[in-house]
């Protein structure tokens, strides 16, 4: 793992930080071992942040971050108001210290495909009215859409036509505050609050 986080040195200017695994406890990673993942980073890379995401169902009363994470955040897509609610809530308790954020999706899940913009639209405002209700939540990462994957795309990472512009219309809408910023120097700084 460390050779391949090697490769980043000459990039980590535009590096805020390393994910582990995505949702190591739901594959079946062992603390252990997420543990040590989290302690070799920090080791490696002692300016950057630590990033745990994992899945939803796994953030229950058992649920610990290791000590060397530093953003912790779920991603449960397709539920409602009162699942997200209650899954944040336990997060916070169960994360104490720990820097928290939000994963709407803002693209269509193979397990809930038929969703509109109009959807995904109220998606993002659901996200920003429950980031504001529950303080300990700094910052939101959209998952989807991906530039540079589709077939008017000239490479990796070039912007194509929002296939939901609803939903683009909604999360531009967001106060500068709920992103994560970036400075100049490559330092993240952490937002207020949404």
Known sequence: MITR?????PHLDRVAGFVLQDEPFHHGARFAAVEFSAQQIRNTFPDKKVVLIEAGVRVDDTFTAPAAVDW??????CVGHEA??????????RAPGKELFLIPEAAPQSWCADRTDADLESTQHLYLALARQHPAFAVIMVFGPWTG?????????TPVPSK???TTRARSAWPPSCWGTLGC???VHT???C
């Open 5 to 9: 986080l090697l490769t980043a040195r």
């Open 185 to 187: 120097s490559g330092d």
């Open 149 to 157: 994957v589709e077939p008017a795309a000239t490479g990796p990472g």
């Open 72 to 77: 912790v955040g779920f991603d449960e897509y």
């Open 164 to 166: 939901f512009p609803r």
């Open 84 to 93: 997200l609610d209650a899954r944040m809530t336990e997060l916070a308790q």
């Open 191 to 193: 937002p207020p609050r």
